[in-house]
């Protein structure tokens, strides 16, 4: 509570800042990687953004990335399972973004033998990923992209498959990609300054290569389905990622807690204010959220 009421609350106010406009870029980001589909408002695709921050705050097991396709493809008339695989597609740029942070951070801190183990885990497994995606994207563009009629590449693929391929190939040749990749890499920056902030105002001496370390842990950690807001786990990684540089304990618990309350706040308010101004309500939501899986079933069938 002492280091809580001696926090520099200017750089409270500015990681707030920082990192609700990491949210409005993957809002952006989010609609120009579905411009190939039809023409998406960005205020919609970030409402839809927060909506789904606000689901994850509130129900466990992270609901809010369904939630926020659902209700992007309902406002702006496109098919579910193409919104949901353009979420697949930020997915797969998330993790190309944060191993290569990861590495570049590992040439320059000195890291725990068992963090550049999972460094280079994940380097594998997003080189594996994207030279899978690669190989799709040019198999199509041979196949289809000639102006070819789509049913000469349907003979190796079920009909499902391959509409979900094509809409991959799209998204991944259109010139808008281009731009959404650009974008994706504001997301993070935008996130870790807001951690950063955090740091400062709590009086850690640590640098802004630390902050890179520590939110990558912590988004590592929490990227499975866990408690409503992550809560729980979110302080634990970050103590985590603390440790590396040695931050006392009971120093890194506490700055686990006020950073979480401190970042979250406000994504939550703005949730809360998206949901309302979607003309939905919290009991509207819990029902969306309950059906969504037979939902997500009824549109691939």
């Not at 990687?33 to 695709?45: C, D, I, M, Q, S």
């Not at 498959?161 to 994706?184: D, E, K, N, Q, R």
Request: with cysteine; hydrophobic share 50%; aromatic share 10%.
């Amino acid at each position: 509570m002492h280091d809580i009421a001696r926090a520099d609350y200017k750089w409270v106010v500015l990681g707030m800042a920082f990192d609700v406009v990491s949210y409005g870029v993957q809002g952006l980001r989010w609609k120009l990687l579905l411009n190939p589909f039809g023409k998406v408002k960005t205020t919609h695709a970030i409402r839809a953004v927060y909506a789904g921050l606000f689901a994850n705050a509130i129900f466990p097991l992270r609901p809010g990335e369904l939630l926020r396709s659902y209700a992007l493809a309902d406002s702006d008339d496109i098919s579910l399972g193409k919104v949901l695989g353009s979420v697949g597609v930020e997915r797969l740029i998330d993790l190309v973004i944060a191993t290569a942070s990861l590495a570049v951070v590992s040439l320059v801190v000195d890291l725990p033998r068992k963090f550049k183990k999972i460094t280079d885990t994940l380097g594998i497994v997003a080189l594996v990923l994207l030279s899978i995606v690669v190989i799709l994207i040019f198999y199509l563009e041979l196949k289809i992209g000639k102006n070819q009629e789509p049913d000469t590449a349907t003979r190796r693929f079920t009909g499902k498959t391959m509409a979900a391929l094509i809409a991959l190939h799209a998204m991944g040749t259109a010139p808008s990609f281009y731009s959404a990749v650009l974008t994706s890499l504001l997301m993070p920056f935008c996130q870790v300054a807001g951690l950063w902030c955090m740091m400062k105002s709590y009086a850690l001496p640590l640098p802004f290569l630390a902050a890179v370390v520590v939110l990558l842990v912590i988004n590592l950690g929490v990227s499975l389905p866990n408690a409503p807001a992550n809560i729980g786990s979110y302080q634990f990684f970050c103590v985590l990622g603390l440790n590396v540089f040695q931050v006392e304990k009971n120093t890194a618990a506490g700055f686990s807690f006020f950073a979480f309350f401190a970042l979250t706040f406000p994504t939550v308010l703005l949730g809360f204010v998206a949901l309302v101004r979607g003309g939905m309500s919290l009991r509207s939501m819990r029902e969306q959220v309950s059906h969504l899986p037979s939902k997500v079933s009824s549109e691939n069938t």
